[in-house]
């Protein structure tokens, strides 16, 4: 089964082809991180927008690089949520359009299902049963996952996401967008021991993320030195400061999620996943702990086709499908999925 993929959660545009049997065929992503940069984050009309006019290109690139025709596509998956509901809806629209066309079945993915199993991808997948941290610009939680489809939620941010105060703290210091990696660039350069952060949640049992108060603090922090002394020093130190915080509250909650289910494997996946500080500590911690480790490679850690494709594959092939509606949620509890 060739299964085309499509993604519109956000800000990103992803088109791929995965095959059953020979794999992941072709990809393709724009990001729109450039047009948002203006308005120092995501505006959701301007991004709707845009889905629709980068989509179909994609979609025509994608088939050429894969060296196929339209008609040669027996399934299609898209993001379903969720996600901005009009970003989901050019997706969608597309995806179950070009089913029924086509005459094929459609699936509507679930984004984070598509982070779960996006590491999955590579020439060496970990083994199920395993821990996910899934840690991006919307959503922060760490799953138990069992196989496809089944899902134990062991924790979530009760307020911000870890990118989403990444990319907040990092337009408070002015160092640009989009904030993540902009923030853990200036971070090499500071000093993280300069001013004391605090670590959420951190000194209680359980395994939920709250960074709201760790932006509150940086603020406070910063707006505690007059506007001559917000030096790009300051911003780079503040920086550093607030990068290990989330690094090491993470890292914490990773270890209390491995020691309580007692696997051994732990996946790391969503766009902070890349964050460089992030992977040494969990590292770290693996060899220190004798848990493996592991993460989809640095173009799959962000929103992308090749993840919905695969996600929606597995759904297709275990002979689940959607009727003609065009379905897009905007929530979607990951919970409210039905094992294969």
Not at 41 to 58: F, M, N, Q, T
Not at 111 to 122: D, K, Q, T, V
Not at 199 to 206: E, N, S, V, Y
Not at 269 to 281: D, I, P, T, W, Y
Request: charged share 25%; with cysteine.
């Amino acid at each position: 089964m060739r299964v085309l993929g499509i993604e519109t959660s956000c800000d990103e545009t992803g088109v791929a082809i995965y095959d059953g049997r020979d794999g992941l065929l072709a990809h393709a992503l724009y990001s729109q991180a450039e047009i948002h940069a203006e308005y120092g984050g995501v505006v959701p009309e301007i991004a709707s927008r845009d889905h629709v006019r980068k989509l179909l290109p994609l979609l025509d690139q994608c088939l050429a690089d894969a060296g196929c025709a339209r008609a040669d596509i027996d399934g299609v998956a898209y993001t379903s949520g969720p996600g901005l509901i009009g970003a989901l809806l050019v997706g969608a629209s597309v995806g179950r359009s070009l089913a029924l066309a086509l005459g094929v079945p459609a699936i509507g993915v679930h984004h984070m299902e598509g982070h779960l199993l996006a590491p999955l991808l590579e020439e060496a997948p970990p083994s199920f049963p395993f821990v996910a941290l899934l840690v991006s610009g919307g959503h922060t939680m760490l799953v138990e996952v069992e196989k496809v489809g089944s899902y134990r939620m062991l924790g979530e941010t009760l307020d911000d996401a870890a990118g989403e105060a990444f990319d907040k703290t990092a337009k408070l210091l002015g160092l640009g967008y989009p904030g993540g990696p902009k923030l853990a660039a200036a971070a090499e350069a500071g000093d993280p021991d300069r001013f004391p952060f605090p670590r959420p949640m951190t000194d209680r049992p359980g395994l939920d993320f709250s960074f709201s108060g760790l932006k509150t603090h940086t603020r406070t922090l910063w707006e505690s030195h007059p506007a001559d002394e917000r030096t790009a020093e300051l911003a780079r130190d503040i920086a550093a400061g607030f990068q290990l915080s989330v690094v090491e509250t993470l890292a914490l909650k990773c270890r209390r999620a491995m020691k309580e289910t007692g696997h051994g494997s732990l996946i790391v996946s969503g766009g902070v996943g890349a964050n460089l500080e992030l992977r040494k500590a969990l590292r770290r911690d693996g060899e220190r702990h004798g848990w493996a480790v592991s993460y989809p490679r640095i173009e799959f850690c962000t929103d992308n086709g090749a993840m919905i494709a695969f996600a929606g594959y597995q759904r297709l092939a275990g002979g689940q499908k959607q009727d003609e509606a065009i379905s897009a949620r905007s929530r979607w509890p990951l919970e409210e999925l039905n094992a294969l």
